[in-house]
């Protein structure tokens, strides 16, 4: 990974999921009826940060759940070679309820329409309200986040790496080269 700059430290990362924890409250007038699901693999760290967060705010510790999408993306068979099937873990019911869908950066939109997909298989919520700590352009679908922790324009040869400390050994957001395919 040739890393071009570092974006954001450890106290950037925190500061940032604490202003989406009120964003997500403050939109939905509160935690009534919420859940959280995180995106394997970075996602379901960031969502649980933000439960935690939300039950410092609120008091109230929201249902977690993690999704996997391996199975149900559009390059499955193409662009993954050996592609790491885990398992998606949601034991509440998401029927009418108001998902809070978190991944960690947002680019072309496919990974997102995957996980609309994958979330169907597990009932009819009232909504899903995606969550983004990156939104970084170049978007081949009609798909917005409705809360975005920061706007990175990237160019093509770009990406934006998140490492997070539960996974990774550290907190931070680096802008990186693109590698070749």
């Not at 071009?4 to 409250?25: C, M, N, P, Q, S």
């Not at 559009?74 to 869908?101: A, Y």
Request: proline share 3%.
């Amino acid at each position: 990974m040739n890393i071009k700059a570092k974006l954001v430290d450890k106290e950037g990362l925190d500061r940032i999921l604490t202003r989406i924890a009120h964003e997500i409250l403050e939109k939905n007038k509160g935690s009534k009826n919420l859940v959280l699901i995180g995106m394997r693999t970075r996602g379901e760290f960031l969502a649980k940060r933000l439960q935690k967060k939300i039950k410092e705010i609120e008091g109230v510790e929201l249902p977690f759940g993690v999704l996997d999408v391996t199975l149900y993306r559009d390059d499955f068979r193409t662009r993954l070679k050996q592609p790491q099937v885990s398992v998606s873990d949601i034991t509440f019911d998401i029927n009418e309820k108001d998902v809070i869908l978190v991944d960690d950066v947002l680019y072309t939109g496919r990974t997102v329409r995957s996980a609309l997909n994958a979330l169907m298989d597990f009932g009819r919520p009232a909504t899903i309200q995606l969550c983004i700590l990156v939104d970084r352009g170049h978007r081949e679908l009609p798909i917005r986040a409705d809360f975005v922790g920061k706007n990175i324009p990237t160019s093509l040869n770009e990406e934006i790496k998140l490492k997070v400390e539960e996974y990774d050994g550290e907190d931070a957001i680096y802008l990186v080269e693109a590698e070749k395919k």
